[in-house]
């Protein structure tokens, strides 16, 4: 499997994006997780580079993972502003960080979309007993 980081939804497209959103094909899919909704993020500039928020999508061949190359912790609903001021104390880094996450919602669902073969396969692994 290769895998490479994506710097714009639109770089994507909506079709592929879309097509390991909702594999299922389904009439009502999860709105966090479509195109639109980060294409829209991203093309109001409200999900940037300059905002702190700058897209670095995971894509695969058959999976995609929405991430961010983050500067900040401002707009994540993860309060990790303690950790990062401790890490500085102690003469680390903190940020950059590269965060999956959707940005501007505490909303839940997946992070990972993946094609419909391989959400059968993964379905299919975690129901046989180990």
Known sequence: MTARLITSA????????????????????HPFTA????????????ACRHTGWQP???????GLMPMYLKSHSY????????????????GGDYYPKLQACV????VTGPRLLAAATVHA??????????
């Not at 195109?35 to 409200?46: K, M, P, R, T, W």
């Not at 940005?103 to 505490?106: G, I, L, Q």
Request: hydrophobic content about 40%.
């Open 75 to 90: 707009g994540e609903y993860v309060f990790d502003h303690a950790w990062a001021e401790a890490l500085e104390r102690a």
């Open 10 to 29: 639109a770089e994507i497209g909506a079709a592929r994006w879309n097509g390991l959103a909702n594999p299922q094909g389904l009439a009502e899919p």
């Open 35 to 46: 195109y639109e909704f980060f294409a829209a993020l991203e093309e109001s500039g409200s």
């Open 121 to 130: 396969i993964s379905c299919s692994r975690l129901r046989q007993p180990q």
């Open 56 to 62: 670095a999508h995971l894509l695969a061949d058959d």
């Open 103 to 106: 940005p501007f919602t505490p």
